[in-house]
Structures are given as structure tokens and as C-alpha cells.
């Protein structure tokens, strides 16, 4: 019997157009996946881990992940955040039970190895044996054997990680003019936790970081952005990338609710749409200093997406599991210094997004449509040529230009 | 252990009325008359027991005043995009907590189960329900109702009210 | 919005000891009593939500009269093969909707949860009863019974009766 | 086909109170309360259906008198180590099947709903009360509970009480 | 360490006795079950779709499946029927959300690429930019970009549809001897449906197939049908299959409800046996002018079997998801013509089918119980002699020769 | 694209330390898995079925599992215990459909082949076919087609089977220590059951063997065994192998709820911890004669624990379905000869194990950490250096020898 095409990872071809066609094997294929765990979210990457307004004190922790992997980050006696992998050095166990909580080191439960908030390991019960009897090697040395840590990289109150030590800082791994949209929001005030909303997707994880980078859906697909004219193809946007293409930003301006010129493609735009309580839609213009834009979604490779969507901000961080599956979790944030009003517009418009928002409703389902779509045709390919071939910054939204970008460097990275 | 005020039989059945008819309309009837269960000046928010126990304000759906229920209802029936699904809601351990000053308040658990084309019925959200009703005339509406739901893990989304 | 009609305390009641000492009698009981809960006259049928949607009349089960009972009954228990199982009836949000001309209209939620050997409880089947109860000596019992079923897809088999 | 006693209705509701203030407890209340749901001669006893089935007296948990749950309380609060987890108690059915010498014989079925961190809810444990309920001091108090539960298959494990 | 055995496709070898034997891991592993989804259901097959009767009018739809790929059948405006994959060739998405309907044009939800009755593409979206910005290159051409469509057959009110667009005619697939007992059925005269039935049944598809292929165990397992008569070994019958061995039909005549000569090793027969309402079993003789037989059950390769069981006639298709798991839907139906008695009539008898039939429900805990059986002993093997070695035509039902005959076939198109 | 490191297993090394170290990839391969089913399972051992008072009379039979396949142990006219394969030597149908029950002979519902109680076939219907039609080949022999059979050892009333028909007797098997261990439970009393408990426990099978291996954990992981004294390294305790070191005891003496010397490190040790019901923890002393041990805890390699706890004794059962998930299952019993007041103190003392034992949840809850911990790092290992770095018997419980001894054993079997 002559092998199938299924499973067969190493034998993968990418299509010869290049960047303007995405196989669909790189959706389900499993063996790709664990080379994604390996080489993207476990390699030279940053990874968004939480805030550190989760973690303000000395011994506060919570559990996070990056891709599939579970680690704690946890405030040190010093006031610095460490990572940690939540996995005993002893026999593996997954120690930290508590999803947030206060601590002053960790010990596992199962023989209560314990570390220190820097992933030490300080403490082996029965180390020197009991009465006399058994007890560790003589050199057996404490200091071989901590958690696996990770290397921190936090600005403006986000803390990132990554698996490899060697990275660049993560200034240089955004690159200046990313870096200048991520210190738009994360300008040095303090931020506030309003709630968590989680989401599991049937959908391979990279399926969702198309929809951020790709503003030519938003334009068609959401009835209620375009209607009032939240985002929207003929108001003034540009879509960026940094050199590499693995992060992007979208950005544009509020239009009005009427039709123009450049809606007239626009089947999903409802002109009489009303609301009656259209408070939830008032924006107020608190980025106003920093340009004329009141959304910029932006894609940090590879597992956060900044959401700045009129007053509604928070981090979506992406959790994998296996090819078609995927954890979407949400972090509503917004500042220290919000007053209630500020905070009660933030939570209406919260409305928007997440399980039950207006628009990514559209998403959620659109995403598991694809993934449906594309499962169980590994050898077709998608076409992805809305604003050209190229992977260069594009000043409209009419365009697939960051998706393009974004597997330009997914291929390098991946070997494909 | 609690020890429940005493309540009338017919309060009881009554609340249960309400609670029975308001689930019928979201499995089996017209979701535009949803709004009709709740007062002009009510609140209705859909919250996971992670942000309640939390003390975090984020729900996953908050609507203030009839006219939060009515936008929502438009949001779902003319905007959004998704699969036809059926809902069959369990409500079950109904409690009258007090009955004063024209306000009951109501305590019950549910379970809400989800069957989308071709697959399996599955439990989409299940928690308990805080109510608060009055009597608008002659009928029970809602004043507030409080969703509080187990599982932060949504299965893709939550499309109608709960 | 429904306005129920005013039920009485007491019939509402007897409605819901018919329908659990009906669930008892599938879950723990002797399915050969089954037939004690029908009319000679009954009408007992389950069937997909998406067929009576689409108004298609085919049943997954269709017995008529008591004797269409008795054949089911004697089907199952005589003539087909299959691994036992336990059953447990969840019958929630029961609404008297009529009791006029001596028929009583009951409408309720179910979840049928099956556990086959070895194996973890799942929901079998879950929907509604859209019910017809006649009174005959003294004791409620079924004219009619639909069970509407929420997903068209059955995990194998639907052995017993809901 | 059983012919239920008539029960009074003010009984029938106080038991239901009863049951659901009892779940109430266990899925949002404090569990050291749990206690004061029982006689102190009481016997609570979970069991699978394959056990009860075959006559075996082993449960899963055997906990006689109030000292007996106490102990329980004390495990499990003071004891054992887990993960946080929320619970749904949906008691239905729930028949009172006959109120003689002081004793009220209970019937309801269940099922708990379990939600692990970041997980989906799942049904940890279904299956039927046997209750034998006692007044004292004015107040309904569980001298006997069985929990008869359908799936001897337990997901992991059965941390707090049924 | 040496492999092991399991999951190992391209090194399986069928057992030396041939097609008397059929190997176990035919049945659970998945590089089987993937080179099947290519090879057969993706291949030269005519593949079971829907019925025309439900789509009457132009514009109707209906998603459908072949194998474990979406498909949509559709009325053309012209009053022909095409099948498509339901995949839009931009991004992948599952486009057609509704289970049936009527439309113009398909829209895929995601950017509203628009396609016409055919699945050619007819509109693109901002094709040509918005405000001069963006849009799809200048050689761009709508005509590369339509969805896939499959080549349709349709007979008597039956449409079947083939990924492979060089099949011969139906008529020639079927050959002469399956074409008239499919006729006998669909005779040209309208259908009529009367409801859907699904299950999910956790066995290979295979062991459904050889489930209808073999009348050996109707006579055995089955103690409705054997105590009535409806379907028996002592009675006149025959099997018989096309000269490839992939379709096959079973063929009987009603016997009485009382022991015979050969009734003497059917242990189910309970002579005794009553209905209440004995009219649900009283026949109609409506193929009477086509000879005795008032059963013929025929499977047609690779998805369908078409059932009439006295006057009870459904299609039962297949769908596959997994090795180890497929599903089964049943349209049940009756013809335009009917009055309401012969309705009433196919109703009634349809207890004995579907998820809660009084046969049905045997076949699928048996077919099940095969699965949990075989998976675990892939290279253990079934024995298959019943009636002989061979792979002919028998006049009668105590006999596997069918499934010989499929296994043949089968062993053919995947080169084992 | 270069292979990644999982899925892999025939590439698997394992790390230069031996078996000081574990390599995480043991626990979640499906390769590793499927060889473990063949090599371990379905190799040369003796695997626990059932307790022959299960079974008492002729005809009597249960249901059971020997890693992930079912098998059946009966009762012959002879009255000795035959065990053969769930699996029809037709066409492959899981033919017990009962979990116990009393028969004559097994008959498979499929086409009712039937079987005596040796599993040999005495009856095909149809054979010779129906009115001179169909049948079996005439050179069909029914002794070609029976079960397959399992060679059967008993002792003590305990079953034990093997896939090997060349096993040396379970004596030898076990070696005499191990077996003098055996011997204490399964004195030659008639047994009686109690009742059954079932757990699945998502982490691989040998996560619980090592738990059960592993005496370091008991004095740290369990309070409530720590505080009364159940089981704690300061008491005289000795961990034992036999010589290969599949098969390993756990001995010990209950002490006091009092700190000592050695408890001093036990952090779990509540000393003002109470009991209202303490009779539930009064030991009655049944093996007095044997020794001052009051806990032994045997694991016999693959498939069997016999606890013996205080008075609560109990074999446990793995089953296996897929590397990371197992069930546990118990059988709770006592002697024929207990009276109701033993009886009751085995009832009480059973609060201590089981799904909601005050000792195994912590184990159910840790084992499954272990799992979560290690899935997603199949290239990190465990570290398993507690009581030295040999494979010897040793006078204490503080030590992880009895793991190295296992993991010598399987590495030894398994050829890695
Ligand atoms: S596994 Fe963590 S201390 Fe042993
Ligand atoms: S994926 Fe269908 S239009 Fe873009
Ligand atoms: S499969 Fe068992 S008799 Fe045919
Ligand atoms: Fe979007
Ligand atoms: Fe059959
Ligand atoms: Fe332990």
C-alpha cells in the first residue's frame, strides 16, 4: 500500500505560489503541531504570561501557559516576576493547584520538594534520611535540580516569557514601531483587572491569529461593526508589520453610520440599525494625544493579541491543545485611574467581544467553520491575495497583506 | 442551614410559572418576547463564578434596563452570524429566599443543554440563577436576574441569553 | 409572553407525581407497568425536533393505543438484544398549560441519562413532553404523550422509552 | 403503576426546601454546615447502583451517626488534598412516598454537575435519593440518605458529598 | 525496539487465506481509514447524496456528505442538480450553515465571496479595491477560484455524486442486474420524504456494510424478524452481487410464523409471539408485479443502502468520521402517490427501524460489539465461510458470499 | 522539515543515568503504549482476573480485562476456572454481553456460534444449511475455531492468567518472598466480597504503579494516614523486591499520632487532628500471628495491587485504554468466617480508599498532576534517587527503590 498524504509532516511541500496560498495541512496535521510546540511557542519567542497587576505583591502567583505548556508567574521578596514551568524537578507532577493565590515558596504535594519563588529548589524532605535510614545520595545537589524557569521580559505592566535564554530584549523583538503601539496603551499607568472571559475553539490556533491580521473580513462579516461604523473598510486604517511579518497591528478610524462610497459592497451594513441604549457605543476619546485612531488590534507573535477596540481593552492570549483546538482567554483591563464612569463604559462595551459579543460571536463560529472547512482536505491550499502578493505595511484595510507577512515567517521559523 | 421564610404556596408556584415560561421562550419560543419577562428599569447580567468569586465586574453579557435586553435581542435576531442550535433549559432547586417589601427574591439551579446540527447534546452553561422579581401588573417580571455560571470555559459562544 | 391559566395547587401536583411515578417506573420500576400510565385510546410517540420541525411524520417510536404499548413493551423485553443499562430521568420546568373539557395540557423539560457498563453517564436524550392526561378512575393518565427530542443523532441505539 | 399517598402540600414543600436547601450547602454554602442537614443517629450511605444491585453493602462513603460526618468534614476540609472545583446539584422527581410514625420516606433523582479549573462541566455523579426524613424541633433533618448513583465508574474521585 | 504492529498501514498483509479472511486492522487503524477517504470514497465511486424530492425547486438546497467530507446538493436554475464541497476556495470556510434552504447564490459568510448555482465564483468583495486602495491583483481571475464540484448522477429520483470526474455512467457502475433491483424502487414515480433518522454507531463503516451483506445472521440474531417471518433462511431468497462484488443484494420473501425444517436451528424463533396491533406487519404487496420477494435490501458501494422491508423503503447512508466510529442517517420515505393509509402504513412498520427499531436495534449493539472485539487485535483475523469460499451469486441466504465479495473488491482498490 | 521528538517511540533512548531516571516519553507515547500491550500485558505474565468465590458454581462467570482486552473467567462443569478472550472466533463480536451471570455455554448473539466453557466451538448454525443450501465448507473443523484461551493459575482463591501458554508456574513467578507475602492475605480462607469500586484516573497505568511502589510519598502526600499513624516513616517499615523486581512490598507498623524524631519533616502530620468516630481507625490485629506488620501493600507485576490496610484489604485492578488514562478497580472483601463486627470494621475502614477515600484521593488527584505535568515534556525525566541508586532490597521506607526496581524490569522487557 503506498503511503497517504496524512500525517506526514516531514514530507510537507508548501504550495509554489509561496506566501499567497496557505496549505491546509498546516491546520491539522499533528505532527506539525508538536513541531509548532517545539520550535515556535517553545523557542525564540515571547510569550504573553499575564499582568502584573495580577501579581502585586511579594508571593503573589498565578498559573498561566504558553502553548500547551503550564507555567506559574509569581512575584519575587524583590518586587522582579519570574516564570516558572508548573512541573516538579522530582517526578514531573504539575504542583501549583491553585489557579492564583499567595505564597512564600512552592512545594509540590506529592513528597513536597520545595522551591523558592525564583524556582530553587530548597527544601527535599528526608534529604539526609529518616532515623538514620535512606535519604538522598550524598551528591545529590539541591541546585541540579529546580524548576525550569524562563526567561522574563515585562514593559508597561505585561509580562512576557520565553523558553529560550538567549533571546534579545523584548523591545528588539517587537521593533520600534510595534513597540510604539504596545506603549499606546501600556503608557506607564497602572492597570486594573475588570474579569476574565475563556473561550475553547474547534479550530487550530493559527486560524485565529488570521482573523486579527486579516481586516478584510471585518468590513463583510460583522454586521454590527459596520453598521456603526466601529471598523470599517472605507474609513481612514493602515495594516503594519514589523520587519519580520510575525507581529502586525490594524488600525483605523470610527466612521459614521451611513452609507458612503466604499460601502457599497457591504451586504451586512444596516443603515437603520438603532440601539436603545446607544450609551454603549459612546466612545470616549482617551487615546485622542496619539492619533486620530479608535481601534488598533495588535498580533504579538505568537500567542497575544492587544484588543483596543474603542474603550474596551484587554489581552487575548492564545492556548493550544492539539491541531484543531484551540483556548482563547481574555483579560479585561482597564487603568488605575479609571473613574466608575470610565469603568461602566468599559464594561458596556465589553459587550462586544468575548462568548457573547456582538462581533466575536461572528468570529467564534466563522473560526470553527474553517477548521470544519479544512479538516479533512490536508492538500488544498487557501488564496490569500486581497491587496496584492506582497508582505510590505498597506495604509487601508483592504488587504490580507499581515497574513501573508505572518507565514512568510511561520515558514522560516517551521523549516517549511 | 438556612431556614427558609415561609412562604405562600401560591407565591412558590407562581415564581416557578415565571421561571418555566421564561425558559420556554428562549427553548421553544420567540426570543423577541424575552424582554417582556423583565421591568423597564431591570438588570441582567450573565457572569462566570470565576469573575463573581473574584469580585470582578466583567460579565460575559450585561444588559441595563429593557433597553439592554432589547439591543441584545437585536444584536442575536439581525447582526450576529452562527449555526441554528436547539436549548433546553433544566431549572431546577427553585428557592423563595424572602418575600418583602415587594420584592422576592429567588434562588434556583440550571443547566442548559445545547444541540447543534448533527452532533450530540452537550451541556453548554449550567450554575445557579440570583432573581429578583416584583409585581408589575398583576404579573411577576424580573427587577434583576443574576446568571452565575460554573465554568469560565465557554464551548465557542454563548449566542442566546441563558 | 405566556399568561398561565390559573392550575390548582392540587392538580399541579398530581401532574407531577404522574410524570416522576412514570420516570420511576422506566428508571427503577417494571417496564411490562408501563402500559398502566396510558389510555386504551393513547397516542404515545418520540420524535426528532428536527422532523417535527420540518413537519415530517415520521416517529423514532410510534405506538397507538394501549396495544401499540403492550408491543413495545413486549419487543424490548422479549425479542431484542442489547447491553443493560441504567436510565435516570431528569424532569424539570413542568407547566399545567389547560385543564379544560377534561384534558389536562402538561408540557415539561427532560434529560434521559444513560449509563451503559463501564462506562461514565451521558445525556441520551434530552427535550420536551407535550402531554395530553385524561382523568379515568380516579388516576391521571396519559391520552397522548409526544417527546420531542432535541438532537436528531442518536448514540446507537434508544432502547428503552422516554 | 404506584398510587402515591396523598401528602400534604405544606410536607411535600417542606421537603423540597429541605433537599434543595441540603444542595445549597454543598454548592455554594459551607461545608462544615452540612452536618446540621442530619439526626444525630443518622447513616448516610453513597453506592453505586452495581453494589446496591447485588446486594454488596460496600459505599463509596459509609458515614453512621453525626460523628460520622463530621469525620467526613474534617477529611476533606482538614485532610485531603485536591484541586478547587465548583458543584451543581439538580435534584428532580423528587416524591414523597409516604409521611407514617414520624418517618417521611423521600424519593428524588440527581445529578451534580462537576467544573474543574479551565475545564468543561461535566456529570460527575447521577443517580437517586432514598431518603427517611424526621422532624426535629420543628425542622426537617435527614435520618437516613441513600444515594444510589448510576455509574460505578467515579471520574477520579468523589471529593465532597453527594 | 523492534515496531509494533499497530499503525502501521503500509506494511499490513492480508492473511494468505484471502478473502475468506478479514484481517482486524482493516477495521481501526487510521492510515487505513485515511488511504479509504482517498481512494474510495474520494475516487471512482458514485457516492449516495440525496433524494431530488427534496429539493424540488431551483434554488433548493441540502447538505449532504460523501465519506467524511461536506457537500451541498442544489437545484440549478436550469433544473439540474449539482453537488459541491461545501468549502469556499478563499479561506476555507465551511460556507453553507443551514441544513437545507433555498438561495440565489451561495455567500460564504467569512468575506462574502459569492458563487453561483454551479459553484462558479461570481463575486468577490472589494475585488477592485475600496477608495483605489487594496483589492485583488489585475490577473486575478474569478474562473480559477469556484468551488469544487463534483460530477452528479441522478436515477429515479436519486442523486449520486463522484469526486472523480471521469466515472462512467451510473448505469454502467450498477451494471444490469443491481440497475433493475434498484428500479424496482425508484420506478419513476415522485417520492415523497417522511422523516430522517440518525445514529452513531461507534464500529468501522465496513462492519455496517457487511452487516446488510449478510442475511446469514438475520435468520439467527434477530427474533422479530425471524419470528414473523418477515426475513428467514427457510424461505425462498437469493444473494446476489455486480461482477466486481462491490454492490450486492439480498432478496426474500415472507415466511409464516411457524416452525419448519429449517426453523429448527433458529433458536430466536418464538413461535408464539403476538402483537397487540398485529395491522403494524400486514403488508401491501406494491412490487407484487415484480415478482414474490417482499424484502430486498441493497447495498450500493461505497455509501448507500437502500431498504424495503415489506413497505417500510428508506436510504441509509453512511458517514465516516474515524476508524472506530461512523454515523448513519435514514431517509425515510414513500411515494407521491400514497394516500394516507400506505403512509400510515410505512409508519407504522418503520418501528422496526431507525434507532429504536425492533431490528434495528439488534444490528447496532452487534455492530458495536464487533468493534470493541476487534480493535484491540489487529492481527487476529475474521473467518468468512459461511456458504462457501467463493465470491458467486447463491441462490439462498445461508451464506457470507457477499461479504467475500466486497472483501474482494475492497482488497482490489486499496492494493492489499 | 526535520522529525520532532514525539510519537517516536522506536527512536526512544533512555537517559545515560538508567534508572535513576525515568524519561517522561514512557508515560504518554502511543507507540510506547501499543508495546506495552503486546510485550507487558499480552506477554509472559500473570495477570490478576478475578477472585474465584466470584465464580463459586459450574457455569458461574464474570467479565474482566487483562490491559486493554476483554476476557471472561468462568467456572467449568469440572470446577476448575477457565479464562478466554471477549471475542468470537467468527467475525470478531465481543460475545459476553453480560458482566457476570451463570451459563451452560457461551452463545455469540451474532450468529450463535456457540462455546462450552473451554472455549472450544460446538455449534455453528447452518452448518450443513438450510434444505440442502449454503453451510460451511465441508472441511471446516470446529476445533480450528474455538476462543482464544488464556493459560490460568490459581492460588488462594485468586485468578491469574496469562496469553503465554509457556508461563512457569505463578509460584515461580511470584519467587517465594513475594509469594510468603501472597500467602498471608490469601491464607486458604474461603473469601467473601464486599463490594466493587471503579475509578478512571487520567494518567498512564504505570503512574499508579509507581505511587503504590513508592513508601517516600505516603509520610508527606497523606495527612490523615501521617497524623493517625497509618503508614509513616518513623515505624519500622522495609520496602522488598522480588529478584527480577517486577513485583515489590510495601511493609510497615502503625505508630503513634504523636511527633516523634522522625515526623519532624513531615509537615502533614497533624497532631491534634480527632476523630468523633474513632472506632473507624481500630485495628483488630488478624495477621498477629505473622508478624507486627500492619500494612502491606504488594504490587504484582502488571496489572494487580493487593491492599492490606489495617483491615480493609482489597485487590486493585489496572486497566488500560490509552497511555495517559487507566482505570483502577477495586474489589473490597474479607473472609467467609468474619463475623458482622469485622464485617462493619472492614465497611468503616473502606472510608479510607476508593473514589472518595481519605487517603486515595489524594493519590487519584496526584497521580493525575503527574500526567498533566509530564504530557506535554516527553524529553525531561523524573528523578528517582530517594534511598540510593540501587535496585536492593531495603529496611526502611525512605527510598525509591522499589521504582528503580520496576523501571530495571520494564526496561529489561520493554528492550529500551
Ligand atoms: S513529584 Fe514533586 S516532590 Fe515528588
Ligand atoms: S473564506 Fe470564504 S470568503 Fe473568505
Ligand atoms: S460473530 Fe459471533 S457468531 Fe458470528
Ligand atoms: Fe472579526
Ligand atoms: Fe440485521
Ligand atoms: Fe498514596
Redesign the pocket.
Known amino acids: 500500500m503506498p503511503s497517504t498524504s496524512k500525517n506526514k509532516a516531514s514530507a510537507r511541500k508548501w504550495p509554489k505560489e509561496g506566501v499567497t496560498r496557505v496549505p491546509f495541512w498546516v491546520y491539522s496535521d499533528p505532527e506539525v503541531y508538536t513541531r509548532e510546540m517545539d520550535v515556535i511557542f517553545g523557542g525564540a519567542t515571547y510569550n504573553y504570561v499575564g499582568l502584573e497587576c495580577e501579581i502585586p505583591n511579594p508571593g503573589d502567583f498565578r498559573r498561566s501557559f504558553i502553548g500547551d505548556k503550564a507555567v506559574v508567574y509569581v512575584r519575587d521578596q524583590d518586587g522582579a516576576v519570574n516564570v516558572v514551568v508548573n512541573r516538579c524537578a522530582h517526578r514531573g507532577t504539575k504542583f501549583c493547584y491553585q489557579e492564583h493565590g499567595n505564597v512564600s515558596e512552592f512545594t509540590c504535594p506529592y513528597h513536597q520538594w520545595t522551591y523558592d519563588l525564583k524556582g530553587d529548589l530548597i527544601g527535599v524532605p528526608f534529604r539526609r534520611g529518616v532515623k538514620n535510614r535512606g535519604g538522598m545520595p550524598k551528591d545529590f545537589k539541591l541546585e541540579d535540580h529546580g524548576l525550569d524557569t524562563l526567561k522574563v521580559a515585562a514593559r508597561g505592566g505585561v509580562i512576557f516569557a520565553s523558553f529560550d535564554h538567549s533571546m534579545p530584549s523584548f523591545e528588539d523583538y517587537l521593533g520600534p514601531n510595534m513597540l510604539s503601539y504596545f506603549d499606546r496603551v501600556f503608557d506607564g499607568r497602572g492597570l486594573k483587572v475588570l474579569g476574565y472571559s475563556r473561550q475553547r475553539i474547534r479550530s487550530n490556533w493559527k486560524v485565529k491569529f488570521e482573523n486579527l491580521k486579516d481586516p ?2 471585518a468590513s ?1 462579516l460583522h454586521v454590527f461593526l459596520v453598521s456603526f461604523g466601529l471598523f470599517r473598510a472605507d474609513t481612514p486604517s493602515k495594516t503594519q508589520m514589523d520587519s519580520t511579518g510575525m507581529h502586525a497591528v490594524q488600525v483605523a478610524q470610527r466612521g459614521e453610520q451611513k452609507d458612503t462610497e466604499g460601502t457599497s459592497e457591504m451586504h451586512a451594513m444596516q443603515a437603520d440599525l438603532t440601539l436603545q441604549n446607544p450609551e454603549m457605543l459612546q466612545p470616549y476619546p482617551e487615546w485622542a494625544s496619539k492619533g486620530d485612531a479608535t481601534v488598533v488590534m495588535q498580533t504579538i507573535w505568537p500567542n497575544l493579541i492587544v484588543q483596543q477596540q474603542s474603550n474596551t481593552i484587554a489581552m487575548r492570549q492564545i492556548r493550544t491543545f492539539s491541531p484543531e483546538e484551540y483556548e482563547l482567554h481574555w483579560t479585561f483591563f482597564g487603568y488605575e485611574d479609571d473613574d466608575e464612569e470610565m469603568t461602566l463604559r468599559r464594561l458596556r462595551q465589553a459587550n462586544l467581544m468575548g462568548p457573547a459579543g456582538y462581533v466575536s460571536i461572528d468570529d467564534s463560529e ?1 473560526m470553527e467553520s ?1 477548521q470544519s ?1 479544512v479538516s479533512r482536505f490536508p492538500d488544498v491550499a ?1 488564496v490569500v491575495e486581497m491587496g496584492g502578493r506582497d508582505t510590505e505595511d498597506a495604509p487601508h484595510m483592504v488587504t490580507e497583506v499581515a497574513i501573508r507577512a505572518f507565514y512568510k515567517h511561520y515558514r522560516h521559523v517551521m523549516g517549511f | 442551614m438556612a431556614s427558609p421564610i415561609r412562604i405562600s404556596v401560591e407565591t412558590r408556584l407562581e415564581v416557578e410559572d415565571l421561571l418555566f415560561a421564561y425558559a420556554d421562550c428562549l427553548d421553544h419560543g420567540d426570543i423577541t418576547e424575552w424582554a417582556n419577562f423583565f421591568t423597564d428599569d431591570c438588570l441582567y447580567k450573565l457572569i462566570s463564578k470565576e469573575n463573581w468569586d473574584l469580585g470582578l465586574p466583567l460579565g460575559t453579557v450585561l444588559a441595563e434596563g429593557k433597553g439592554g435586553i432589547l439591543d441584545r435581542i437585536a444584536a442575536v435576531t439581525q447582526t450576529s452570524v452562527y449555526h441554528q442550535r436547539a436549548l433546553t433549559h433544566l431549572i431546577t432547586n427553585t428557592r423563595v429566599l424572602a418575600d418583602a417589601g415587594g420584592v422576592i427574591d429567588v434562588t434556583a439551579n440550571y443547566a442548559v443543554l445545547e444541540t447543534l446540527p448533527n452532533q450530540y447534546t452537550k451541556i453548554l452553561n449550567s450554575g445557579r440563577y440570583l432573581d429578583k422579581l416584583v409585581r408589575q401588573g398583576g404579573t411577576l417580571k424580573f427587577q434583576e436576574k443574576l446568571c452565575i455560571f460554573d465554568s469560565a470555559l465557554v464551548p465557542a459562544s454563548l449566542i442566546y441569553p441563558v
Chains 1, 5, 6 share one sequence.
Open positions: 478584510y473580513h463583510l466563522v474553517v472547512g487557501a
